[in-house]
């Protein structure tokens, strides 16, 4: 709302999603579908904002089949990131990045790693579970079995990095404390 009540233009504005769903198959929830991340900024942000504000829907890059293995580039092709909005899971993961997703031998290995198609740890998907596009319940059936996401190399590049703990909506964000608090002064490990 902020964005429209003092006419800040997007048209420049660049938009790279942290991590997507994907079914058992391994195929990407595509925008429009009611089980999709992006989707939810569409509805949320995008159509929230007024017209001419909006950054041309060809700067809104979606995660698709065929990008999964690139979209690390194409971060990259754009200059990296400015900016990168995170949250950490009860594991301490970030979108889908986590150990069991990003297995490496050296930090050096692991924060140079790019995006892929993952199974997101249990963790992560009984986290899932209480967002609202998943009723906000628990009920860990409803939240897709795969996803794809942006490597650590991507967020070690990005200019910012802003970390949100907000999943207030559903019973309050006292796990996401435990977890900050182990990101900041817990031992450093990929």
């Known amino acids: 709302e902020g964005l429209n009540k003092y006419n800040v233009s997007c ?26 991340r992006s989707g939810k900024f569409m509805k949320h942000f995008y159509e929230r904002l007024r017209a001419e504000l909006r950054m041309p829907m060809e700067q809104i890059h979606f995660w698709t089949n065929d990008n999964i293995d690139t979209y690390s580039d194409e971060i990259a092709a754009l200059g990296g990131a400015d900016v990168a909005y995170t949250a950490l899971s009860w594991s301490g993961g970030i979108g889908f990045i986590d150990p069991e997703a990003f297995p490496a031998k050296s930090m050096d290995e692991f924060k140079a790693m790019g995006s892929r198609l993952v199974t997101p740890m ?17 009920d860990i059936g409803n939240v897709p079995p795969k996803g794809v996401t942006v490597g ?37 490990c990929p």
Do not use: T
């Open 152 to 188: 650590p190399r991507d967020l070690m590049a990005a200019k910012e990095w802003i970390d949100v703990e907000f999943l207030v909506g559903c019973g309050g964000i006292a796990h996401q404390k435990h977890q900050i608090r182990l990101s900041l002064f817990g031992p450093i």
């Open 11 to 36: 048209r420049n504005v660049h938009i790279f999603f942290l991590y997507e769903y994907a079914n058992e198959k391994g195929e990407v929830a595509p925008w429009q579908s009611l089980y999709s």
């Open 122 to 138: 249990q963790e992560s998907i009984a986290y899932d579970s209480l967002r609202g596009m998943f009723g906000c319940s628990g």
